[in-house]
């Protein structure tokens, strides 16, 4: 698989560039050039295969000449000691769990197999650095998958507040390779900071640096993965044809899941499940992308205005408007709407939803008795995408359940101390650099 920018016609680089330069020097973000059609590999897989030969079977077809069946099999392995959990709600919904990986997110696994196939395509390779925005438990998730990985440094850049959740024994100072640097300002202050070094050519071949950020494509081909596994999981019960509900802030993974139907599997459409921010709705009707002043909800990683992936979701629309209308669906739900859910769903199922994979449930539940829903005898597969426990107090709120805290995630609150406190400039990032070696 090759990628080029979405914004010039310049001949498609190798995924190893891809992922290591992960933003293109003329600007916008890496996309695939082409797809293959996955389907002989991964029809043949049944129930009972496990997350990780799923991914040492399709990762070296994907990437053919850059890992092989075993190299494939060293990063699966080394980047997966969990699993997504699927489970049948009944005819009509399936709820696919993501949250089984150290942080409680979705995250953990485009995160940890970034960083298991970087340090499999840098061996005998120069040292590179991993330079990362960061809030709550995101700078966890990267600590925890690029511990200790050969030739990589991690370095965590997190705006002014608390810092928690990180491990003092894996920093560089105690002999780890995690460099945590706090910027006096905000989170968007971090981002620029990371865009600025890595656009600044002699200061990006200095440190050979990249990111573990969304922006890097290694982040979203992973994520296919799991579309693949909630298929090969259901596909002996399916009667109907087969949707997605995804919620939406950054639109990521909605951008992963049509990844995975380009590869072929047999997916006929996606819930796009947004909050009342509703950032793509109009655009994916066809309408002019207008960006507009996020509100606050209780379901705060969808408080977008403006998506991370636009560029990526605007290239999908280019290549075929009239496909892409008519595949993905815009459903915008509230707060209140989502609180009723989530108790709704606690009395039906005994299961416990997370406001954000709540807002997904309901959208599905609401194209399922839409009128403008042709597939009358649907299946829905809504994404899990955070633990209930790390929104102990709302999911508390609507079920009337004591939420108990397990002990991975009740570490990530510890406190922690930066390395360096910095102003947003590139003197001072690389100044705090320097004085960690």
Not at 6 to 13: A, E, F, L, R
Not at 392 to 406: D, L, N, R, W
Request: aromatic share 12%; net charge negative; glycine share 6%.
């Amino acid at each position: 698989m090759q990628f080029r920018s979405t914004k010039s016609n310049k001949p498609p680089i190798s995924f190893k560039e891809a992922v290591l330069r992960c933003l293109p020097p003329e600007g916008g973000l890496y996309v695939p050039a082409s797809v293959m059609d996955m389907r002989q590999f991964f029809f043949y897989m049944d129930a009972d295969t496990a997350y990780h030969e799923l991914v040492s079977t399709v990762a070296p077809v994907l990437l053919q000449g850059e890992l092989n069946p075993f190299s494939a099999s060293r990063v699966a392995e080394s980047a997966f000691d969990f699993e997504p959990e699927l489970k049948q709600l009944d005819e009509r919904f399936s709820l696919l769990s993501l949250y089984n990986g150290p942080t409680g997110v979705f995250k953990d696994f485009g995160i940890a197999f970034l960083a298991a196939v970087m340090e499999e395509l840098l061996k005998n390779n120069r040292r590179i650095m991993v330079l990362s925005a960061t809030r709550g438990d995101t700078g966890v998730s990267i600590a925890h998958a690029f511990y200790n990985r050969h030739n990589v440094v991690s370095v965590l850049l997190y705006p002014s507040g608390p810092i928690r959740g990180l491990d003092p024994e894996t920093f560089i100072s105690n002999g780890g390779n995690i460099i945590p640097i706090q910027i006096r300002g905000t989170f968007d202050d971090c981002q620029r900071l990371v865009a600025e070094a890595i656009y600044d050519q002699p200061f990006a071949e200095r440190y050979g640096l990249t990111t573990a950020n969304a922006l890097n494509p290694g982040r979203l081909l992973p994520q296919t993965f799991y579309y693949l596994y909630a298929f090969i999981k259901l596909k002996k019960y399916l009667q109907g044809d087969l949707l997605f509900s995804v919620p939406c802030g950054n639109f990521g993974n909605l951008i992963s899941g049509l990844y995975a139907w380009k590869f072929g599997m047999p997916v006929h459409g996606f819930v796009a499940a947004m909050n009342m921010n509703n950032a793509f709705g109009e655009f994916i009707r066809g309408n002019a992308f207008q960006p507009k002043q996020s509100v606050p909800t209780i379901s705060p990683a969808l408080d977008v205005s403006v998506p991370s992936n636009y560029e990526r979701l605007f290239s999908f629309y280019e290549e075929a408007p009239a496909v892409m209308r008519n595949m993905v669906f815009p459903e915008a739900i509230d707060d209140r709407i989502t609180l009723e859910t989530m108790e709704q769903v606690w009395k039906q199922y005994n299961i416990l939803l997370d406001p954000h994979s709540a807002v997904a449930f309901a959208a599905a539940e609401h194209l399922a008795v839409s009128h403008d829903l042709t597939h009358s005898d649907a299946h829905f597969v809504v994404l899990a995408t955070g633990d209930p426990a790390k929104t102990a107090e709302t999911v508390s709120k609507a079920t009337g359940q004591h939420i108990k805290i397990p002990e991975k995630l009740a570490m990530l609150r510890k406190k922690a101390d930066p390395i360096a406190l910095i102003d947003p400039h590139l003197d001072a990032l690389e100044g705090a650099i320097v004085s960690c070696f």
